[in-house]
C-alpha cells in the first residue's frame, strides 16, 4: 500500500472517529443542556423526554415535548403552549437556530401535537422591520389539536384531530391581511371542528375536511355572523352588507395557495345556503384596487338557496334549487374592472321558485341560462310597493325563450345579439307611470343591441295609461331586426325595426268617453286590416253635456272594415307613413253636438294647417270610404230636440292626403264626395286645398238636386223653429273659395212651390200671422233658369271649424235667393210688419186691462144705499105669507 493512501485512510478513520465523538458529545450535552440553551437564548421553554440528533444531517428526533413561551404577554414574535407526543425535523438549520434566533428546517413531523399558537404583530409596512417567523418547508401533522390566537389573543384558527401535510408551508400575519391564514403548494390535509376568524364579524366554522389524491372534501362549512343585524348596523354604520352562508357539502382539488392567488379545480358546492341582509348604505368605491386572483378551473354550485332581505327586514330576493356550473372562472385586477367582474369560458345557470319583491314583484316558477340561450318558465309579475309616479304590471307569461348569438362587453360597452326571442301566452295589465321631462342623456352602457327575431304568441295583454286601457286579446306578434344603438350625437339611443307583423282579435281601447273595440286587428310596414271597428259612447248625452266645459262633438262610429296599403315606419328616429291606399268600407257614424256647453275659445286652424302640424312625413296617394252613413245631430237651449242632417251610401274619395313634409312630392289635396242627402236627394262635393300653402287657400263647390223642401225638416224644425210644408228644391248649386279670415263665390238655387210654417217653441202650432208674413216674402219659384247670387264677405269666427264657415256662406245664399238681394230691406219690412203686429196687440191686452181696472172701480155711496134698500124689499116680499 503507497504511503499516502495510508496517511489519508488514517486520516479518514480518525475524523470519522472525531465526528461520532462529537455526535455522541452532542446528543449528550443536548439531552442534558439544550433546554436550559433554549430557554437562554430563546423565546420558549421546551422540555421532552428524549431526544436524538445527528450533527452531519441536522435531523432531529424527540419524543414528549412540552413547549411553552418565556413570555406569554410578548406579542413581537410568535407564542407557543403545548405538547408533542413525537417531533422529527429533518435538516434543523442548527446555524439559524443558534446565530439568526430563527426556527427553520426542511421537513417538520408532529404527533399528536396539542398546541396554542399567539401570532405575532403584523409587520409594520412603514419601517419594514420584520419579525422572526417559523419557517418549515414542509410540514407533516398527524393527530394534532391546534389553536392558533392573534396578537389580541383572540381566536383566530382552530382544529381537531388534524392530519395535515404541506410544502412550502408560510404562516404569518402577512397572510391574514390577504385572507389567507396559511400559504403552501401541495397539501393533503384532515380533520373536523375547524374554526376560523378573520374579522369581528364574521367566523367560519367546518364539520370536517379529508382529502384523497389531491380531492379535498369539506362537510359543514358555515360563515356565521358574530354580531346580530341591529348590531351590525349599530357597530358599522358604513358597510352596506352582512352575509350569512353555509354549505352542507364541497369538494374541489388542487388548491394552490399563494400570497396573493388561490387557484382549484373540479370546485362542487352542493345545497349551499346565503343570506344577505343590506342596510341601505350606499357602499362605497374601493379606494384600493385588489391586488387578489382567483382561478377556478370548473365550479358548480348545486341545489343552491339565497336570501336578500331589505333594510326594514323584508324579503328583496329569494331563490331555490339554483345550480351554476362554470368553465374557467377567473377573478383579478383585470377583470375587476370590467362591467361584469369576472372572467369565464362557460358557463350554465338554472334555479326555480325565484321571487323577487320590490315597486315590482317577480316570480319565476323556472330559470336556465347558459351563454348561448335562456328559458323561464311561468314568470308571474305583481305591483309590489307603490311609488309616485311609477308604472306597474300585472302579468303572468308562460313561456319565454331565447337564443345568444354574441353576448360580450368591451371597454365596458355591451354588444349583444340576440338570434331570437320568443314569448308566450303573456296574459294580464300593465300599468303606465307619469310620463317625466328626460334630460338628454348618453347611451349608457349599450353599444349595439341586435334582436334578429322576436315573436310574441297566444296573449292577452292590457296597457292601462291614466286610466284608459287597451287591450289586446289573442295577441300574435312578430319582429324581425331590432337594432338599438347610440345616436350619432351621443345624445340617446336610436331604435330601427326592419319588419313586423301583429294580429290580435277583440282589440279593445277605452277613453274617458268612449269604448273603442275590433274584431280582428292586423298591422305589419306595408298592409294595415281593421275588421268590425266600434267607437261607443261611455256615457249618454245628456251626461255629456254636464261633462264638458266647452263645446265638443260626440261620436257614435261604426265600420265594417279599414285596410291600408303601403309603407310605413313607426319605430325609427326617422318615422314616416307613406300609403298608396286606404279603404273605409260600410262607416256609420253619428256625430251630436251641443250648443248648451260654453263656446271652445280656441282657435280652429282649416284642414290645410292641422295636415302640417303632423310631424312626421305623412301621404296617403288615395283615401276612399265607401258605402258608409254618416248623421250629424246640433241642438241648442231654445231647441226642442235635437236638429238632425243625414249623409246617406255616402262615398269619398282623398287624393294625396299629406303633411307636406317629403320632398318632391306634391301636396294638393283633392276632395270628392257623392252621397243621398237626407236619403232624398244626390249631393256631390269637391274640395281641395294645399297643405304646403301657409296662407291656408281652399276652394268647395257642389250640387244637390230634387230634394223635397219637407226634407231638411228634421234639422230646421227643432230650433228654428220653422218647417217646409210644400215645395222642392229641384237644385242647388255652390262654388266657395276662402281662407281662414272668410269666404266668397256664387250660390244658386232652383226650386218650386216653396212655402214655410213658423211653430211655436213646442213645434205644434203654427202661428199665422207670422207664418203669412215670412210667406209673403219667400220667393217660392225660382224659374227655369235662376241667375247665381253672389255670396260675398263671409267673415270666420276663427274659434269655430271649418264646416260653421262654411255654412254660412250656404245661409247667406239661401237668404240672397229666397228672401231676394236687399237682404237687409225685406228683413227691416219683416221686422216692421211683426212690429205691427206686435202693436196691435198690445193695444188690444191695454183695452182689456182698462175694462177690467173699470169694474173694479168703487161705487157712490147713495148708489150703494138703494141697492141696499131694493134687496130688503125683495127679502120682504119673500118673508110675507100669504093670507088667502
Request: hydrophobic share 40%; charged share 25%.
Amino acid at each position: 500500500m503507497k504511503k499516502w493512501v495510508k496517511k489519508l485512510l488514517i486520516s479518514l478513520g480518525v475524523l470519522l472517529l472525531i465526528i461520532l465523538a462529537a455526535n455522541f458529545g452532542l446528543n449528550i450535552w443536548l439531552k442534558t443542556q439544550l433546554p436550559d440553551y433554549i430557554k437562554k437564548n430563546t423565546n420558549y421553554k421546551v422540555s421532552y423526554k428524549t431526544l436524538d440528533v445527528d450533527l452531519g444531517s441536522g435531523n432531529i428526533f424527540a419524543a414528549g415535548i412540552t413547549v411553552n413561551s418565556k413570555d406569554p404577554q410578548n406579542t413581537n414574535v410568535i407564542g407557543l403552549q403545548g405538547t408533542i407526543d413525537t417531533l422529527k425535523i429533518s435538516r434543523f438549520g442548527i446555524y439559524d437556530a443558534i446565530f439568526n434566533k430563527r426556527i427553520s428546517s426542511s421537513d417538520l413531523l408532529l404527533a399528536r401535537p396539542n398546541l396554542n399558537i399567539s401570532l405575532a404583530k403584523p409587520v409594520n409596512r412603514k419601517t419594514g422591520k420584520k419579525r422572526n417567523p417559523v419557517l418549515f418547508e414542509n410540514i407533516r401533522i398527524n393527530k394534532g389539536t391546534i389553536n392558533i390566537f392573534k396578537h389580541t389573543k383572540q381566536k383566530f384558527l382552530s382544529v381537531q384531530q388534524l392530519d395535515l401535510f404541506v410544502e412550502n408551508l408560510q404562516m404569518t400575519e402577512e397572510s391574514v391581511e390577504d385572507k389567507l391564514p396559511v400559504v403552501f403548494d401541495r397539501y393533503s390535509i384532515k380533520g373536523k371542528d375547524f374554526f376560523f376568524r378573520p374579522d369581528n364579524v364574521y367566523a367560519i366554522t367546518i364539520g370536517n375536511i379529508t382529502t384523497s389524491d389531491g380531492q379535498m372534501s369539506i362537510g359543514n362549512f358555515r360563515l356565521i355572523p358574530l354580531l346580530s343585524f341591529n348590531q351590525f348596523k349599530r357597530f358599522y354604520p358604513q358597510k352596506p352588507k352582512l352575509f350569512e352562508f353555509s354549505i352542507p357539502k364541497m369538494d374541489f382539488k388542487d388548491v394552490v395557495l399563494a400570497k396573493n392567488k388561490i387557484s382549484l379545480a373540479n370546485a362542487d358546492f352542493q345545497n349551499p345556503v346565503l343570506t344577505v341582509y343590506n342596510t341601505g348604505v350606499k357602499p362605497k368605491k374601493a379606494e384600493k384596487k385588489l391586488n387578489f386572483e382567483v382561478n377556478l378551473e370548473d365550479i358548480k354550485f348545486s341545489n343552491a338557496a339565497v336570501l336578500i332581505n331589505k333594510p326594514d327586514g323584508n324579503r328583496l330576493l329569494s331563490a331555490k334549487a339554483l345550480n351554476v356550473k362554470v368553465n374557467q372562472l377567473k377573478f383579478d385586477k383585470v377583470t375587476a374592472e370590467a362591467v361584469i367582474p369576472v372572467g369565464y369560458k362557460d358557463f350554465h345557470f338554472s334555479g326555480r321558485d325565484i321571487q323577487y319583491s320590490n315597486h315590482q314583484n317577480f316570480t319565476v316558477e323556472s330559470i336556465a341560462l347558459n351563454p348561448k340561450s335562456g328559458e323561464i318558465r311561468n314568470l308571474v309579475l305583481s305591483p309590489g310597493v307603490p311609488e309616485a309616479g311609477k308604472g306597474s304590471m300585472d302579468l303572468k307569461t308562460g313561456h319565454i325563450a331565447f337564443n345568444i348569438n354574441k353576448f360580450e362587453f368591451v371597454e365596458k360597452k355591451l354588444n349583444l345579439d340576440l338570434k331570437d326571442v320568443l314569448v308566450e301566452n303573456v296574459s294580464g295589465i300593465v300599468k303606465a307611470g307619469v310620463n317625466k321631462p328626460r334630460k338628454n342623456s348618453g347611451p349608457g352602457i349599450i353599444n349595439s343591441i341586435i334582436v334578429r327575431k322576436m315573436s310574441l304568441k297566444n296573449s292577452d295583454v292590457v296597457y292601462d295609461k291614466g286610466m284608459q286601457p287597451l287591450a289586446f286579446h289573442d295577441l300574435n306578434a312578430t319582429v324581425n331586426t331590432i337594432e338599438i344603438a347610440p345616436k350619432s350625437n351621443k345624445q340617446g339611443l336610436s331604435f330601427k325595426v326592419k319588419d313586423y307583423f301583429l294580429t290580435t282579435r277583440n282589440f279593445a281601447y277605452r277613453t274617458k268617453f268612449y269604448n273603442l273595440s275590433a274584431g280582428l286587428l292586423k298591422l305589419n310596414k306595408n298592409k294595415v286590416q281593421v275588421n268590425s271597428f266600434i267607437m261607443k259612447p261611455l256615457v249618454s248625452r245628456a251626461q255629456f253635456i254636464k261633462m264638458i266645459p266647452v263645446e265638443r262633438d260626440l261620436y257614435d262610429i261604426k265600420v265594417s272594415q279599414i285596410a291600408a296599403d303601403g309603407h310605413w315606419d313607426l319605430f325609427s328616429d326617422n318615422k314616416s307613413i307613406n300609403a298608396s291606399h286606404v279603404t273605409v268600407l260600410g262607416a256609420d257614424a253619428n256625430i251630436f253636438r251641443s250648443k248648451i256647453p260654453n263656446d271652445d275659445p280656441k282657435v280652429k286652424p282649416l284642414y290645410s294647417k292641422l295636415l302640417r302640424s303632423i310631424k312626421i312625413p305623412m301621404t296617403v296617394n288615395n283615401l276612399d270610404l265607401k258605402n258608409s252613413v254618416l248623421v250629424y245631430e246640433e241642438d241648442t237651449p231654445e231647441s226642442a230636440g235635437p236638429g238632425k242632417l243625414t249623409f246617406a251610401n255616402f262615398n269619398m274619395n282623398v287624393k294625396n292626403l299629406n303633411s307636406a313634409k317629403t320632398k318632391g312630392k306634391p301636396t294638393k289635396v283633392d276632395i270628392k264626395i257623392n252621397c243621398s242627402f237626407m236619403n232624398l236627394a244626390p249631393l256631390s262635393v269637391n274640395w281641395n286645398f294645399d297643405v304646403s300653402d301657409h296662407n291656408d287657400n281652399f276652394a268647395i263647390s257642389g250640387k244637390t238636386s230634387n230634394l223635397p223642401a219637407s226634407g231638411i225638416n228634421p234639422f230646421i224644425r227643432p230650433y228654428l223653429h220653422v218647417t217646409a210644408t210644400a215645395g222642392t228644391i229641384q237644385e242647388m248649386l255652390f262654388s266657395f273659395k276662402g281662407n281662414p279670415a272668410g269666404l266668397h263665390g256664387t250660390f244658386n238655387l232652383k226650386h218650386k212651390e216653396l212655402k214655410i210654417a213658423v211653430l211655436n217653441k213646442n213645434n205644434q202650432e203654427k202661428k199665422g200671422v207670422l207664418t203669412v208674413v215670412a210667406n209673403l216674402f219667400i220667393r217660392s219659384d225660382s224659374g227655369n233658369y235662376p241667375e247665381a247670387v253672389a255670396v260675398e264677405n263671409v267673415e270666420r269666427d276663427p274659434t269655430k271649424s271649418f264646416f260653421n264657415l262654411f255654412w254660412k256662406g250656404i245661409e247667406q245664399g239661401l237668404k240672397k235667393t229666397l228672401i231676394g238681394k236687399n237682404i237687409d230691406k225685406t228683413e227691416k219690412t219683416v221686422k216692421s210688419a211683426v212690429s205691427s203686429v206686435k202693436e196691435v196687440k198690445k193695444t188690444v191686452k191695454e183695452l182689456k186691462q182698462e175694462i177690467k181696472a173699470k169694474k173694479a172701480e168703487p161705487k157712490p155711496e147713495n148708489e150703494k144705499k138703494e141697492k141696499k134698500g131694493f134687496l130688503k124689499n125683495i127679502f120682504k116680499k119673500k118673508e110675507t105669507p100669504k093670507t088667502e
